[in-house]
Nanobody
Framework: EVQLVESGGGLVQPGGSLRLSCAASGFPFSSAVMRWVRQAPGKGLEWVSSITSADSAYYSDSVKGRFTISRDNAKNTLYLQMSSLKPEDTAVYYC?????RGQGTQVTVSS
């Protein structure tokens, strides 16, 4: 069974940083394309970033230059380092692979 468990969300001031983690199990993590998506209040799902098995990373224009996706295949863990956070980054962040996503972790950017 594919399982994805996110952690690391919280309340942060504008300009601050957070690192999200996603613990994966139940599938060959090292060969999987992984992604982060988010859902802001009252809005639909938005793709944030993806990383391939070869560590090629891709970002939406809204986070490019501020967020960094990475993976640790030895720990079956996906990360999202978020810097220069803005109020518009407030959302529930999910990690996903294929059609499966985790339960999400809340990120709130507010002063």
């Amino acid at each position: 069974e594919v399982q994805l468990v996110e952690s690391g969300g919280g309340l942060v001031q504008p300009g601050g940083s957070l690192r999200l983690s996603c613990a994966a199990s139940g599938f060959p993590f090292s060969s999987a394309v992984m992604r982060w998506v988010r859902q802001a209040p009252g809005k639909g799902l938005e793709w944030v970033s993806s990383i391939t098995s070869a560590d090629s990373a891709y970002y939406s224009d809204s986070v490019k230059g501020r967020f960094t996706i990475s993976r640790d295949n030895a720990k079956n863990t996906l990360y999202l380092q978020m810097s220069s956070l803005k109020p518009e980054d407030t959302a529930v962040y999910y990690c996903a692979t294929g059609s499966t996503r985790g339960q999400g972790t809340q990120v709130t950017v507010s002063s």
